[in-house]
């Protein structure tokens, strides 16, 4: 597992609730990056972080923000939850080359 | 704009037979190409990859044949086992800059039969 945790494993919230969504590593890696798994869509990235308080937009950043203070946590925060937003999140960091390994996932429902 | 297309959508192969999924992409600034199997409720894992510079790479049962000129990639599994089933991502990306943001294809579920 590469030595990534996610956390919350399971959520459940209503509509127009805030969010934070937390990835934490244990190897010091420099990226890391958020995606979402929709069926038919496959994985699509939504930010990724190039080292503390440098972070990118990805494909589908809307409606999502980031946060990098510390080099082993990457934040996720969807500062007003909508249903578009129920997915599963996957957390990954890039090792020393450039393979990307993933965490096991936040499964978000929003009601 | 889905810039890897993969196909099949699914798969049925006997045990001992050969699994094929293709990918095709758009990009002509990707240059890492990683396959990924998936297993329900985990997350995915990194199977093979391949760079344009060789056209083949083979680990255990696992091939990815890369062809630069028709922008395809495909994934052999030989001997097709029952604990292969899962589902199978392509991906791309480009490594220079940008940081290496991979692009997935819609995956394929592939179910090997006893």
């Given at each position: ?15 127009g609730?805030?969010?934070?969504l937390?990835?934490h590593?244990?190897?010091n ?13 496959g994985l699509?990235?939504i ?13 589908v950043s809307d ?12 934040l ?10 129920t997915?599963?999140?996957?957390c ?10 993933f ?9 | ?12 192969v006997?045990?001992g ?5 293709n ?5 002509t600034?990707?240059?890492y ?5 998936q297993?329900?409720g ?6 093979i990859?391949?760079r ?6 083979k680990?255990?049962?696992f091939?990815?044949s ?17 604990g ?6 392509c991906?791309?990306?480009?490594v220079?800059?940008g ?16």
């Amino acid at each position: 597992d590469a030595g990534i945790t996610q956390s919350p494993r399971h959520k459940v919230t209503e509509t127009g609730t805030p969010v934070t969504l937390r990835c934490h590593q244990t190897e010091n890696h420099r990226y890391m990056y958020w995606y979402r798994q929709d069926p038919g869509h496959g994985l699509r990235l939504i930010h990724y972080s190039y080292g503390v308080k440098d972070t990118d937009k990805g494909e589908v950043s809307d409606g999502y923000s980031v946060s990098r203070s510390k080099t082993e946590d990457f934040l996720l925060t969807l500062e007003s939850a909508t249903s578009s937003q129920t997915s599963v999140y996957f957390c990954a960091i890039r090792g020393g080359g450039f393979e990307q390994y993933f965490g096991p996932g936040t499964r978000l429902t929003v009601t | 704009q889905q810039q890897v297309k993969q196909s099949p959508q699914s798969l049925i192969v006997q045990k001992g037979g050969i699994s094929i999924i293709n990918c095709a992409y758009e990009n002509t600034a990707f240059d890492y190409f990683p396959w990924y199997q998936q297993f329900p409720g985990k997350g995915p894992a990194l199977l093979i990859a391949i760079r344009p510079d060789v056209s083949e790479k083979k680990e255990g049962r696992f091939t990815i044949s890369f062809n630069k000129s028709a922008k395809q990639f495909s994934l052999h599994i030989m001997d097709s086992q029952p604990g292969d089933s899962a589902t199978y991502f392509c991906a791309a990306s480009g490594v220079t800059g940008g940081g290496n943001k991979l692009t997935f294809g819609t995956g394929t579920q592939l179910k090997v039969e006893l």
